[in-house]
């Protein structure tokens, strides 16, 4: 799996905050349905946003496991926890998601939100994922693919050269489309399935996209695209500001299934 320093921890807790990614959370929840009393794993947890919110609907009678390889990110997390007083529900833990260290059957539900689109081996990992949870558990799986990225630009073969770069720090920039089949192939039974749009039509600096256009500008440099094309491109989206000449739109797919209980 990926990790993250310092730089991600700081501008993850910007991001995490942003209107379009609180809504995100709150229909990953509705999709898991915690119940008082449960057990869960919050596979690559970041900086606890979602842990906070599993470890409240479990109750004080539940357990909430939260993974992570960054120990930047696991800090950020058990800042959050601190902050909101549930680190006694909580349990922060290194690792990787195709070798997870428990015991067969450990868990009622596992989350994994833009995850597995860094991890190399999906189905290993899927397979991990089903071992871990008891029969009738629930995984909530949560990627993008990057296919479904628009951006209203005014080169639209320059923002094509500058997307293709930025997709080189994901293993699976792709991936929603084969999950259904690689959940299946894992032993899953499918339940649900939906987008998840994130759209902005105003620019702001701290919006999901607004942070993610000098990101995107760098790690287009890193991956070939020369620095004066990725600052025209990043220029021309930064300077959108008057009204109706903003627009910004990705999907991210969730999909719900369950270990038969037989």
């Known amino acids: 799996m990926a990790t993250f320093g310092a730089p991600e921890v700081a501008r993850l807790l910007k991001v995490y905050a942003s209107p379009a990614i609180v809504e995100q959370r709150a229909r990953t929840l509705a999709a898991i349905d915690v119940r008082p009393g449960e057990r869960g794993l919050d596979l690559g947890c970041g900086p606890g946003f979602l842990t906070v919110e599993l470890a409240r609907a479990v109750g004080a009678g539940g357990r909430v496991t939260a993974l992570d390889a960054s120990p930047e990110m696991r800090a950020a997390a058990r800042t959050r926890l601190a902050e909101a007083g549930l680190v006694s529900r909580v349990e922060l833990v290194g690792g990787d998601a195709v070798q997870l260290e428990f015991p067969a059957g450990t868990f ?49 073969a320059r923002h094509r050269r500058v997307m293709e770069a930025r997709l080189a720090q994901f293993v699976n920039p792709h991936l929603p489309p084969a999950l259904p089949a690689l959940l299946r192939g894992a032993c899953f039974r499918l339940d649900h399935a939906e987008v998840i749009p994130l759209l902005e039509l105003d620019y702001a600096r701290d919006s999901f996209s607004g942070d993610l256009i000098p990101v995107m500008a760098d790690l287009a440099v890193s991956h070939g695209v020369p620095r004066p094309e990725a600052e025209a491109w990043k220029a021309d989206l930064l300077g959108r500001t008057a009204p109706g000449q903003y627009f910004f739109s990705v999907n991210r797919y969730l999909f719900l299934a369950t270990k038969p209980a037989t």
């Open 108 to 156: 009622d539900f596992a989350a994994a939100v833009q995850v597995y689109l860094y991890v190399p081996e999906v189905a290993r990992a899927l397979g991990e994922a089903w071992r871990v949870l008891r029969p009738g558990g629930r995984l909530v799986v949560v990627d993008t693919d990057w296919d479904s990225c628009l951006w209203w630009t005014s080169d639209r």
